[in-house]
Each structure stands twice: as C-alpha cells, then as structure tokens.
C-alpha cells in the first residue's frame, strides 16, 4: 500500500513539473538561433581577422579542413555550450525569454551539454539536408529537438 501511495505521489508530483513550463515553440527557437548565429559569425569575425592579416587571406589547410574552418566550429560549439553551462541560456535565448532546463530539473551537467550542444547539433550538420530535422520541434508535444532528445532537455519560455 505505501509503495502504490509512494509512486503515485511520485507521478502526481512530475505531472505537476510538466504543467508548470511552458515549452518553447519552433518560431522563438528559430529566431533565437539566428540571433546566435550573428553572434558566433561576429565573434568569428574579431577572432579570423588577425589570423586573415597573418597569413595575408591565404587558406592553411590542415588534411580536408582548413584552420579558419576549425577555429570557427569550435567557437560555434565553444559559444552553444559554455552559455548554455553558465547561464542555462544563450544570447538569442534570453533576447527572446528562453531558457534550457534537464527533463529532471538538476542543474545542467558538463554531460548534458556535451549530448545536447556538440553530438546533437553535429547530427545536424553531418549532411546538410539533416538541417532539415529541426523541424521536429515543431511536432513534438514537448517542443523537442533531436538534439534535446539527445540531451534529455526542454527549451522553456522563462
């Protein structure tokens, strides 16, 4: 008896978690990220433009990439994850009132944002049609991502 007691004030007590969010929606998501993704090409700008004066505009190539193009990806992926750790949101999130929370309301781990931010947006970019799955935010009950599937996170209006 107390166990059935116990798991049903378990479930009454995450239902109640779930009501209490609001989750963000395609459209806040989207207009989000290209505020974010301003961010990161202006943050790229500041960093490439030394390297460019360097090395006078010529390409170094490092095996298929080239050095421009690794500095950019790891301030892409630097930029989503350290925000994401530090303030639970990036700039385009909190312009537009969003947050990243665990399904389990912890804070978010080093783990967590591993999954979410570098393994589930390189699902994303591996071909360039996969750009097209972000769109199962909009269908999700939950208002997930593959990549928050990934991550066990919900994006939520603050």
Known sequence: MTETYESNVYE??????????????????FWAYVVDL??????????????????????????FWTVAAILTTIVLYAYFV???KWFNQTLGKR??????IRQDREPLSWS?????E????????????????YIVVAFNPEKQGIHDMIGDTYVIHE
């Open 12 to 29: 009454a007590d995450e239902h109640a978690q779930h009501e209490d969010v609001r989750y963000a929606g395609f459209w806040m998501r």
């Open 38 to 63: 301003i961010v990161v090409f202006a943050i790229n700008g500041v960093i490439l433009m030394p390297y460019r004066i360097v090395t006078g505009g010529d390409n170094v190539e490092i095996g």
């Open 82 to 84: 350290f925000m994401t």
């Open 95 to 100: 312009i537009f009132g969003l947050r990243v």
């Open 112 to 116: 967590d944002l591993v999954f979410r």
């Open 118 to 133: 570098v393994v589930g947006r390189f699902f994303y970019r591996v071909l360039g049609f996969t750009n097209l799955l």
